[in-house]
Nanobody
Framework: QLQLAESGGGSVQPGGSLRLSCEADGFSLESYAIGWFRRAPGKEREAVLCISSNDDTTYYGDSVKGRFTIARDNVKNTVYLEMNNLKAEDTAVYYC??????????????????????WGQGIQVTVSS
């Protein structure tokens, strides 16, 4: 069974930064497409950022462009979501997802979350003064 675990969440003041980690257990993330999604209280799930399996395309949600980035560490079998200049509206539970899909366009990955078959449990990020 493919398992993902997020870590690195917590509380931060507006303008601050956090780095979320998504670690895989039982498989290598190196050849997997990755997606980060979030769900804020009372809102639908939102795509944050997706990257294709070979890293050639990345899609950023409109609300995070210029502030969030993604990085892989294949040695640690971990993917990171770097979040900078955080805003109160970034408060949500964040989920990482992975799939060895043939879909190569990162935008398609973000628009169709059902493509991802492995999901983490989610981690809370709270941005508040």
């Amino acid at each position: 069974q493919l398992q993902l675990a997020e870590s690195g969440g917590g509380s931060v003041q507006p303008g601050g930064s956090l780095r979320l980690s998504c670690e895989a257990d039982g498989f290598s993330l190196e050849s997997y497409a990755i997606g980060w999604f979030r769900r804020a209280p009372g809102k639908e799930r939102e795509a944050v950022l997706c990257i294709s399996s070979n890293d050639d395309t990345t899609y950023y949600g409109d609300s995070v462009k210029g502030r969030f980035t993604i990085a892989r560490d294949n040695v640690k079998n971990t993917v990171y979501l770097e979040m900078n200049n955080l805003k109160a509206e970034d408060t949500a539970v964040y989920y990482c997802a992975a799939d060895r899909t043939t879909v190569t366009t990162a935008q398609s990955l973000c628009l169709i979350p059902a493509i991802f078959r492995a999901w983490g449990q989610g981690i809370q990020v709270t941005v508040s003064s």
